[in-house]
């Protein structure tokens, strides 16, 4: 055989071998199907998160803080989206436990129990209005009482003594004294001046300003008005006063006679400060319907009482340091006739 035959013969079977790799590799390639459905790549899944809490904004953002009415402090805090009376705190040793309270988003209220040696109410308030560092609320008690305070912020849950001096003339019947009236007694405003009635014997009833002072002197006019044919009855004055009824009672008679007193346990019990009787005379009295000038000092454990000038007792009593201040008359006729005395121009100043 010619090299030239070799050659093409070797060419020819080199090109068959390959035609027949290239079928072979192509009977292992899937046809194309036109309606098969692509490939889905997996795609890592999504994380399903809870929703967080409803964070609501505070819509009063002054009223939290410590606001004062008389002795009494409530702390009030936001907490859990709404507001809340976290605590109760005040003067004295009756006691004041919060029983339910509520806030719809505009306004809180809470009640609280009072308890003293002579019972107990039930006391609500609901805030109004917030006005920088006063707090307006509606005040209601089972004993009867409905009106609005004014509340005070203080810097602590401590209470804070009112400022001094402080004046009153009574000619506005809003500036917080008591006002009341029931068939033993009656109290209240009347052009200018400040009355106090009682009507039943033996019972020294009052009409206190919802203070709370420390040292203090206190001084005012006192006219009786209706007064007993015998004038056996008396004009007072009270400093220290405690919500339970206790504190310091200085009194006057109409028929020129003081004394000087301490009540504790409630108001129930009374102990004279004078050294004999109860009650003394002074010529610097002005018997009957005269007016009288009448100051009283309350400062340390250091008690004094003067009359139209002159001083009638200095003493020492450490029961009370700090509370409110009244006014009052009372009746000592055995026919239970009434005594009204009128109070005006009071004063209260520093030592």
């Not at 889905?40 to 939290?64: F, R």
């Not at 209240?188 to 009507?199: R, T």
């Not at 015998?230 to 006057?252: K, T």
Request: glycine share 8%; aromatic share 12%; hydrophobic share 35%.
């Amino acid at each position: 055989m010619n090299a030239t035959k070799k050659f093409w013969i070797v060419l020819t079977g080199t090109v068959l071998a390959m035609v027949m790799i290239a079928c072979s590799c192509n009977s292992l390639t899937p046809a194309l199907n036109p309606t098969a459905t692509a490939a889905v790549i997996p795609q890592p899944a999504t994380e399903i998160v809870p929703p967080a809490e409803t964070i609501v904004s505070n819509p009063l953002p002054d009223l939290a803080g410590f606001w004062q009415d008389f002795s009494r402090v409530f702390t009030i805090e936001w907490q859990g989206n709404q507001y809340v009376v976290s605590a109760i705190t005040a003067a004295g040793t009756s006691k004041r436990t919060l029983t339910s309270q509520s806030w719809d988003g505009k306004s809180l209220t809470w009640t609280y129990e009072y308890s003293d040696e002579n019972g107990s109410s039930t006391n609500t308030y609901t805030t109004v209005s917030v006005s920088g560092d006063s707090l307006t609320v509606k005040y209601s008690s089972t004993n009867g009482a409905a009106d609005t305070h004014t509340l005070k912020r203080v810097s602590s849950a401590v209470p804070v003594h009112d400022a001094l001096p402080y004046y009153e003339d009574f000619s506005n019947p809003n500036s917080g004294w008591d006002i009341y009236s029931n068939d033993n007694s009656s109290a209240g405003y009347e052009n200018g001046y400040y009355f106090v009635s009682a009507k039943k014997v033996k019972i020294n009833y009052y009409g206190e300003a919802y203070l709370f002072f420390g040292d203090t002197v206190m001084e005012v006019d006192a006219t009786p008005a209706t007064v007993p044919a015998n004038n056996n009855f008396s004009s007072s004055v009270f400093c220290r006063l405690q919500s339970n009824g206790d504190g310091y009672l200085f009194e006057i008679s109409g028929d020129g006679y003081f004394a000087v007193g301490v009540y504790t346990g409630g108001g129930n019990t009374y102990s004279s400060l004078l050294s004999g009787d109860d009650w003394q005379r002074s010529t610097a009295i002005k018997t009957g319907t005269a007016t009288n000038h009448i100051s009283v000092t309350c400062a340390g454990s250091q008690l004094k009482l003067e009359v139209n000038g002159t001083a009638l007792f200095e003493g020492q009593d450490s029961t009370f340091t700090e509370g409110d201040i009244a006014v009052g008359a009372t009746t000592y006729d055995s026919n239970n006739s009434p005594a009204e005395v009128h109070f005006s121009a009071l004063a209260v100043t520093a030592p």
